[in-house]
């Protein structure tokens, strides 16, 4: 049974840094693609990130890019999200979602139940 | 980019009728198209994969259709645990939402 964990969100004053995680279980973590998408208070689904199952292909939405940085450890079946220079409307709660394809098909299959950073002074 | 536009952004519907919610992208994509259900304070759910596959899993009440530009996703029968919010997703190339499509209760 797929299972996603996200943790690490919180309240964090703007200009800092965060980190999330996303724990695995349930099938061969190396073998798929991940995303990171946030969903602010209220609003829609918003494309954060995406890697490829080797890492050797990284995407990111204009909103974040240079800011955040996605990564993997698949020996820890683990995807990160290192989220720098917050501001308040990088508020939203974070979901990590499986991609059912190793390279990349921009599908989601598998969602994890979310984590909310809060960016506020 | 392409940009995702979804219509209605809302609509009331009874237990039982046909709902129909389309989509329509800045530039083709083929049917490179996914719907996704999501209820209040959970995570979203794969519905539909490029553009007419239902996922594992859904019941077939669920479907889609298009290519290219327009793209529409009905459900028959409106069912109580269908009234949520549906995206769909261009899964082309930046993988953008639409802005959704909540379905209420009439």
């Known amino acids: 049974q797929v299972h996603l964990v996200e943790s690490g969100g919180g309240v964090v004053q703007p200009g800092r840094s965060l980190r999330l995680s996303c724990v695995a279980s349930?099938?061969?973590?190396?073998?798929?693609?991940m995303h990171w998408v946030r969903q602010a208070p209220g609003k829609g689904l918003e494309w954060v990130a995406l890697i490829s199952f080797d890492g050797s292909d990284i995407k990111y939405a204009d909103a974040v890019k240079g800011r955040y940085t996605i990564s993997r450890d698949n020996s820890k079946h683990a995807l990160y999200l290192q989220m720098n220079s917050l501001r308040p409307e990088d508020t939203a709660v974070f979901y990590c979602a499986r991609d059912p394809s190793n390279i990349v098909s921009n599908e989601m299959d598998y969602w994890g139940q979310g984590t909310l950073v809060t960016v506020s002074s | 980019d392409i940009q995702m536009t979804q219509s209605p952004s809302s609509l009331s519907a009874s237990v039982g009728d046909r709902v129909i919610i389309t989509c329509r992208a800045s530039?083709?994509?083929?049917?490179?198209l996914n719907w996704y259900q999501q209820k209040p304070g959970k995570a979203p759910r794969l519905l539909i994969y490029?553009?007419?596959s239902l996922q594992s899993g859904v019941p077939s009440r669920f479907s889609g259709s298009g290519s290219g530009t327009d793209f529409t996703l009905t459900i028959n029968y409106l069912q109580p645990e269908d009234f949520a919010t549906y995206y769909c997703?261009?899964?082309?190339?930046?993988?953008?939402f639409g802005g959704g499509t909540k379905v209420e209760i009439k």
């Open positions: 490029v553009a007419s």
């Open positions: 997703q261009n899964s082309y190339n930046t993988p953008f």
């Open positions: 349930g099938f061969s973590f190396s073998n798929f693609a």
């Open positions: 530039q083709s994509i083929g049917k490179f």
